[in-house]
């Protein structure tokens, strides 16, 4: 499966490239990243993607609005982030941006495979900065989850007619709750993305929709109610007056290196 989604990856970037975009960072974010993919006749995991575009001289110039957008693919949706949004978004530790600087999936162009290098190499030392704002995004997630996991939003409501809630939500939220104990009790973002295997079988059926209409209104009542708890008793123990924030700054420098990398390439030409 990983070869086929590099495949998949390197097609991706070849047909962003021909659009025109310059394409430094690829990778897969959702279900294989949690060891929670699908493939059988209940149901077929799609293959997301989260593309960080750089900007060209003239979209500087022309003071152009970032790229942020979604497109369809042959695979699921790629999700297409100029890099000044997607620093912006993952400084503000947003789980689905975090991942993706921790999976396994993902090409980077040549070009800036230095300033990749050293994002990898800081990486959880970023994350340590950010557990506090952490801790409040991934409870806000979850808060999200809980709202859409009964919402006929027009691409679930097939699931809320046939079960009266989307279990995929559900799924999310209880992975969310997992994620946020997993890392606060190892430090380890990366080893924590896996949920142990103990609870996959479970989260797998919240994703089939496997419990009860009645059963999944209790088992989301019950991991908000804990996981409200425990970010308010995390939040306690963390003083964020003394937490030193530097590392954003050096992030940003690094994104910024990407941008001035391209100019001057333009400039070459």
């Not at 390197?10 to 975009?21: A, P």
């Not at 699931?159 to 969310?176: C, E, M, T, W």
């Not at 908000?224 to 308010?232: I, N, S, V, Y």
Request: proline share 3%; net charge negative.
């Amino acid at each position: 499966m990983s070869e086929y989604l590099f495949e998949c990856l390197k097609k991706q970037k070849r047909k962003l490239e021909k659009m025109g975009y310059t394409v430094c960072y690829l990778t897969v974010y959702g279900s294989q990243n949690y060891g929670l993919e699908l493939h059988n006749d209940e149901y077929q995991s799609d293959i997301d993607m989260k593309a960080i575009i750089v900007p060209t001289l003239n979209d500087l110039v022309k003071d152009s609005k970032p790229v942020s957008t979604t497109i369809d693919t042959e695979w699921g949706q790629c999700d297409l982030k100029d890099i000044r949004t997607f620093f912006k978004t993952l400084l503000k530790a947003n789980p689905s941006y975090i991942e993706t600087i921790f999976t396994d999936y993902y090409i980077v162009d040549d070009k800036f495979k230095n300033e990749f290098d050293d994002i990898f190499r800081l990486r959880e030392d970023l994350v340590k900065v950010l557990s506090a704002q952490f801790i409040r995004a991934a409870y806000g997630m979850m808060c999200e989850k809980e709202k859409a996991l009964f919402h006929p939003y027009p691409t679930i409501k097939h699931k809320i007619d046939k079960f009266g809630y989307d279990g995929k939500q559900l799924s999310h939220a209880y992975r969310l709750w997992y994620l946020m104990q997993d890392y606060f009790n190892s430090n380890n973002f990366k080893n924590s993305m896996h949920p142990n295997k103990s609870v996959i079988g479970e989260l797998i059926d919240y994703k089939l929709n496997k419990p009860t209409l009645e059963v999944a209104k209790n088992e989301i009542k019950e991991v908000m109610g804990k996981a409200k708890q425990f970010r308010d008793e995390v939040l306690i123990d963390i003083d964020e007056g003394k937490t030193d924030y530097s590392i954003k700054n050096y992030f940003i420098d690094l994104s910024q290196t990407i941008i001035e990398n391209k100019i001057i390439e333009e400039c070459r030409k």
